[in-house]
Structures are given as structure tokens and as C-alpha cells.
């Protein structure tokens, strides 16, 4: 399984962003999917979670009513929406896969199997 990522880039503080991920995966659906962010001398941090049909959502606190998960099974993608952007929003973004159990939105990024190479977003104060 490949994912990879983008959308990244600069922008202003309460800016939007979209970033995609795609997977060269036959049984996208078969995936829970996930995005995660590392800053540089920190732990991985959750961002959002989708589950296979995206009927199940799962934010972090410090995103929700801010960024929205989604994907698209048939061109197998996983996508980020990212609103009123703040300079702590700053990271390196990565989406994840997790085959195991499809109907779940895993937190955890011990619980998710394959990653992208990351993409990075920098927000201006």
C-alpha cells in the first residue's frame, strides 16, 4: 500500500487548505483511513479519522468544527479540509491506513499500518 499526500503549503492565519491522500490500494473501502501531524522534537498527534464509508468521523479537539475528514472510495482518497488556520496548526500532515477493522475511526497511530511520506503546512502568524 502506497499513500501519498498534498495540498500542502504556506498560508495566512484563518486561511483554509485541502489535502488529499491517495492510495494505490485495489480495496480502498476496505481501509479505515486517518490523518496525523508531527512538529519537529514531538510525538505524532491525531488529527482525524474516517471510517470505511465514511459514515463514522473522528476529530481532535484542538480541530473540530475546524477541519473535516472525507474520501472518495472510487478514486481512493482520503481528503482534509482545514479552515480558520492558526500558526499551531503547523506541522508535517500524514495520512495513515488501517486495514484491521474498516468500521472504526482509530486515534492511536500504533493502530494503523501504512503511511504516506507527509506533506508540510505552515501557517503565518
Known amino acids: 500500500v502506497q499513500l501519498v499526500e498534498s495540498g500542502g503549503g504556506l498560508v495566512q492565519g484563518g486561511g483554509s487548505l485541502r489535502l488529499s491522500c491517495a492510495a494505490s490500494v485495489r480495496t480502498f473501502s476496505t481501509y479505515a483511513m486517518g490523518w496525523f501531524r508531527q512538529v519537529p522534537g514531538k510525538e505524532r498527534e491525531f488529527v482525524a479519522s474516517?471510517?470505511?464509508?465514511?459514515?463514522?468521523?473522528y476529530y481532535a479537539d484542538s480541530v473540530k468544527g475546524r477541519f473535516t475528514i472525507s474520501r472518495d472510495n472510487a478514486k481512493n482518497s482520503v481528503y482534509l479540509q482545514m479552515h480558520s488556520l492558526k500558526p499551531e496548526d503547523t506541522a508535517v500532515y500524514y495520512c495513515?491506513?488501517?486495514?484491521?477493522?474498516?468500521?472504526?475511526?482509530?486515534?492511536?497511530?500504533?493502530?494503523?499500518?501504512?503511511w504516506g511520506q507527509g506533506t508540510q503546512v505552515t501557517v503565518s502568524s
Open positions: 495513515a491506513a488501517d486495514p484491521k477493522a474498516p468500521w472504526r475511526t482509530p486515534s492511536w497511530a500504533s493502530e494503523y499500518d501504512y
Open positions: 474516517i471510517s470505511w464509508n465514511g459514515g463514522s468521523t
